[in-house]
């Protein structure tokens, strides 16, 4: 995602995507992930790079609701207010990696067996994701992901 700034007192971060099919009111679009740097074209000896391409192309659909008329095909912008990627990323990455790093430290401080720590770390750590999963229950990671026609010949063209 590229991050630009829809008005001045917002950042958005832009997903290039394309259309395919439109049911109702809303639209079902398709988009391939970000490659892991700008410099992946360049770096042939990259890991990142590499794992990517033992991963194989994964494309991913939402369905959100349609600004408009749009058609099948039709290249979208796919945006995200800056803020809710945040949110997004401390729940999936910030606060179970803290809630492990305390879980250590807690039963390293209580002296617990291994067995004991291990099962205690691991409870901490599932217990973190929690709100993460809560979230995404109640759609509110994607509720502000919004849809924007894209330029004439984007999005994979």
């Given at each position: 995602m590229t991050a630009g700034p829809s008005s001045e007192c917002e950042r958005v971060l832009h997903q290039p995507g394309r259309v395919l099919r439109v049911e109702g009111d809303h639209v079902v679009v398709?988009?391939?992930p970000a490659a892991s740097c700008s410099g992946c074209a360049a770096a042939r000896g990259c890991a990142a790079r590499a794992l990517a391409e033992m991963r194989g192309p994964r494309a991913f659909e939402l369905r959100l609701a349609a600004p408009g008329a749009l058609s099948?095909?039709?290249p979208v912008l796919i945006e995200m207010p800056a803020a809710d990627f945040l949110k997004a990323a401390?729940?999936?990455?910030?606060?179970p990696a803290a809630a492990l790093v305390l879980a250590i430290w807690a039963a390293q401080l209580l002296a617990l067996p291994l067995l004991a720590a291990i099962a205690f770390c691991g409870g901490a750590f599932l217990a973190a994701l929690w709100p993460l999963w809560r979230a995404e229950r109640r759609g509110r990671l994607v509720r502000n992901l919004r849809v924007a026609p894209g330029p004439a010949g984007g999005a994979g063209a």
């Open positions: 398709s988009a391939e099948p095909g039709q401390t729940l999936a990455l910030l606060l």
